[in-house]
């Protein structure tokens, strides 16, 4: 049985994206990020708080769509967790 966590972002703060944007950029996020973690782990040894992550920057193509620019950034989240 796998353990249970969550992980909870409370402010994701990203410039030059339509406010209209924030909840499909968002959502992309959660799931990219669950997929993440479903598919190669994230294994806490203990109660982990971390008060701010600052994701490596993320590079997109021209015209990127809210749902690519989550997972883009999903991906760069993880990585900041998985160091």
Do not use: C
Request: overall charge negative; cysteine-free.
């Amino acid at each position: 049985m796998r353990p249970r966590f969550e992980i909870v972002i409370d402010e994701l703060i990203l410039h030059g994206f339509s406010p209209a944007e924030r909840y499909v950029i968002g959502d992309s996020l959660s799931l990219e990020l669950e997929r993440l973690v479903m598919e190669q782990g994230f294994q806490p040894h203990e109660s982990v708080d971390i008060p701010m992550l600052k994701a490596a920057p993320v590079n997109l193509p021209a015209n990127s769509k809210p749902v690519q620019v989550g997972s883009h950034v999903a991906q760069s989240v993880y990585k900041g967790l998985t160091k």
